[in-house]
């Protein structure tokens, strides 16, 4: 069965540090997808980012970027230059290409504090 | 600015109560789910429509009742609710549920309290 892992709760930075998000993920299936989401206290969950198994490029957009390691089985996330505006719950999700109904196997999320 | 929109945004309600979680979508998808959030917890799935019909019902109570009226509305009717009840609930839509893979998009969520 899918599972991921996101070992950090809470991070807690100073406005303008990076910060990176650790996203472990575990499946069977050779083909998957994985994606990140940001929680704003809100509660929109808004999508960041959507990456098949099969293209281990890094990518960057703006501030953002992540590290997507198959020999690791890691999808990490990093926040360059932190803002306020950055604080939000984050969550890392996996879709296996076998499992019917598009379903999404969510991390238990990563809480991002950034303090003025 | 997210074109998963929810109404309302919050309610609060008797546990005799009967009321609606209304959602529409705006992008021309085919699949439509319902999700349920506890507090410092991922969203859990509930249901899923697909073309308009029913295709992932994940045990839920029947005080749940959703219904699909065309496939850019779906709602969720609740009756009979318990506290433990109260969580946030985010509609959310993609362009089909049979291709795994697609991305899912969320509204900003009906936060729903029972009192």
């Known amino acids: 069965a899918q599972k991921v892992t996101q070992a950090q709760t809470e991070i807690s930075v100073v406005e303008k540090e990076d910060v990176t998000l650790d996203c472990v993920y575990e499946t069977r299936d050779t083909t998957y997808y994985l994606f990140w989401y940001k929680q704003p206290p809100s509660g929109e969950l808004v999508f960041l980012i959507r990456?098949?198994?099969?293209?281990?490029q890094n990518e960057i957009s703006g501030r953002y970027s992540w590290n997507f390691q198959k020999s690791t089985s890691s999808f990490n996330f990093t926040i360059t230059a932190s803002q306020v505006v950055d604080s939000a719950v984050y969550f890392c999700?996996?879709?296996?290409?076998?499992?019917?109904?598009?379903?999404?196997?969510f991390g238990g999320g990563t809480r991002v504090l950034v303090k003025p | 600015d997210t074109e998963v929109t929810q109404t309302p945004k919050h309610l609060v309600m008797g546990m005799t109560n009967k009321k609606s979680l209304k959602c529409e979508q705006h992008m021309g998808h085919r699949a439509m789910y319902w999700y349920k959030q506890k507090a410092k917890k991922p969203p859990e799935l509930m249901f899923v429509y697909s073309y308009e019909k029913l295709s992932i019902n994940e045990s839920v109570p029947s005080r749940f009742s959703p219904e699909c009226p065309n496939s850019s509305l779906l709602n969720l009717h609740l009756h009979a609710l318990q506290p433990e009840d109260s969580a946030l609930y985010l509609c959310?839509?993609?362009?089909?549920?049979?291709?795994?893979?697609?991305?899912?998009?969320f509204g900003e969520g009906s936060w729903l309290t029972v009192v």
């Open positions: 999700a996996l879709s296996e290409a076998g499992a019917a109904g598009n379903k999404l196997t």
């Open positions: 959310a839509s993609s362009q089909a549920m049979t291709v795994s893979g697609n991305t899912i998009y």
């Open positions: 990456r098949n198994s099969f293209d281990e």
